[in-house]
């Protein structure tokens, strides 16, 4: 049984430059939500995704952006980056759109230079 | 709001000696609280989790942890380290809008 996963596993980018990050859940999941790590910090939430609409949203900019697709697999999108959107983005599945149990992916680390 | 503080950093115990973890919380109401861990180059794991059945919870690897009203705490302890749990430990509090809140994490080194 996979857990959760997600691609690439390290991403380097320039400022202005826009990236996309993916994340297949684990199996039986049908709910992703997307975590921004910075360094020394604990994860912050960014947005879930649940039945292909994103059901809750945290404190970010609309340069971030998700899409949920009908395998239950998600993408997350960063335009414009900036320096400080450098971190570990992590990936959390789980049920029925809660937070109740959540498996999370082993993350990717973005660096924008 | 809900908010949780993890009152140390760091912490460094010997190999087969206890383990505390503090954790205070902040909420208008009777909360939903968390255990993390996060192991190097590893996803998050769920530890414990306490939902108002009982105050004293009981995770996996040996780790528990007690509920307090009267002092807003839910620390983690676990009565003998293992080297394997050298990790990062993050006290998270599920809002009313059942978004997960992180605390900023502990630390925990183990000396053989």
């Known amino acids: 049984d996979a857990g959760v996963t997600q691609s690439p596993t390290h991403l380097i980018k320039t400022r202005g430059q826009q990236v996309t990050l993916r994340c297949s859940p684990k199996?039986?999941?049908?709910?992703v939500s997307w975590y921004q790590q910075a360094l020394g910090q604990g994860p912050q939430f960014i947005f879930q995704y649940y039945e292909e609409e994103e059901r809750q949203r945290g404190n970010f900019p609309d340069r971030f952006s998700g899409h949920q697709f009908p395998n239950y697999s998600s993408e997350l999108n960063v335009n414009a980056l900036l320096l400080g959107d450098s971190a570990l983005y992590l990936c959390a599945s789980s049920w029925g759109g809660t937070n109740e149990k959540l498996f999370f992916g082993s993350g990717t680390q973005l660096s924008v230079l | 709001a809900q908010s949780v503080t993890q009152l140390d950093s760091h912490v460094s115990v010997s190999e087969g000696t206890p383990v505390l973890l503090r954790c205070n919380y902040s909420?208008?109401?009777?909360?939903?609280l968390f255990w993390y861990v996060q192991h190097p180059n590893k996803g998050l794991q769920l530890l414990l989790k306490y939902t108002s059945a009982a105050t004293l919870v009981k995770g996996i690897n040996g780790f528990e942890a007690e509920f307090k009203k009267s002092e807003t705490s839910f620390h983690l302890t676990k009565p003998s380290a293992h080297m394997s749990d050298a990790a990062e430990y993050f006290c998270?509090?599920?809002?009313?809008?059942?978004?997960?809140?992180f605390g900023t994490g502990t630390r925990l080194q183990v000396f053989p």
């Open positions: 909420s208008s109401y009777s909360p939903s």
């Open positions: 998270v509090v599920r809002s009313g809008t059942d978004k997960l809140i």
């Open positions: 199996s039986g999941h049908d709910t």
